[in-house]
T-cell receptor, first 116, second 115 residues
Framework: ETGVTQTPRHLVMGMTNKKSLKCEQHLGHNAMYWYKQSAKKPLELMFVYSLEERVENNSVPSRFSPECPNSSHLFLHLHTLQPEDSALYLC???????????????FGEGSRLTVL | AQSVTQLGSHVSVSEGALVLLRCNYSSSVPPYLFWYVQYPNQGLQLLLKYTSAATLVKGINGFEAEFKKSETSFHLTKPSAHMSDAAEYFCAVSSESGGYQKVTFGTGTKLQVIP
């Protein structure tokens, strides 16, 4: 596989369920990101991991819990979500840390989450 | 602080007509600027990027953008629209911060191509 892979592509869950979104990048990058894309809103940066260390958490509710076990994998654990959390969740990666590369983000195809 | 403004959430053009999608940015440091495209039910894909080399940047699928510092603009153009160009386009500005890319996206412009 190449690029950034997200699973599942579609997820329907109840408000009391616990589920996880998975992201895997095959690009050798050292930074990974979770974005939330809702209708009629700009992309919202949720979490950033650089060299497996969380470097940004944009006031995301605690019902979203990220995990980055290594530089190739990123998870988003979901627990007691609300209907307004229904959105497309996009994972991205980049190669950073002073490499001189200009910061292009490579995105997965997204996980479409519906909370009932 | 950095920000991006995309003028027009929806743009319609006829097939074969000029495509012009507008983007203005603000950034306290020399910016990296990007245009991404998103097709339905897919993630974002890089169309082109400006990284302080040539001010006219050519991208994939015949798109290009011109960086104009005096106007703080980075408008996206394509001479002749094709039906396959129908998608949503996002302008973005990026700067490195603490070892990762702090990317700010515009709200997106949906391009409709009319046959």
């Amino acid at each position: 596989e190449t690029g950034v892979t997200q699973t599942p592509r579609h997820l329907v869950m109840g408000m009391t369920n616990k589920k996880s979104l998975k992201c895997e990048q095959h690009l050798g990058h050292n930074a990974m990101y979770w974005y939330k894309q809702s209708a009629k809103k700009p992309l919202e940066l949720m979490f950033v991991y650089s060299l497996e260390e969380r470097v940004e958490n944009n006031s995301v509710p605690s019902r979203f819990s990220p995990e980055c076990p290594n530089s190739s994998h990123l998870f988003l654990h979901l627990h007691t979500l609300q209907p307004e959390d229904s959105a497309l969740y996009l994972c991205a990666s980049s190669q950073d840390r002073g490499t001189g590369i200009s910061g292009e983000l490579f995105f997965g195809e997204g996980s479409r989450l519906t909370v009932l | 602080a950095q920000s991006v403004t995309q003028l027009g959430s929806h743009v319609s053009v006829s097939e074969g007509a000029l495509v012009l999608l507008r983007c203005n940015y603000s950034s306290s440091v020399p910016p990296y600027l990007f245009w991404y495209v998103q097709y339905p039910n897919q993630g974002l894909q890089l169309l082109l990027k400006y990284t302080s080399a040539a001010t006219l940047v050519k991208g994939i699928n015949g798109f290009e953008a011109e960086f104009k510092k005096s106007e703080t603009s980075f408008h996206l153009t394509k001479p002749s629209a094709h039906m396959s160009d129908a998608a949503e386009y996002f302008c973005a500005v990026s700067s490195e911060s603490g070892g990762y890319q702090k990317v700010t996206f515009g709200t997106g412009t949906k391009l409709q191509v009319i046959p």
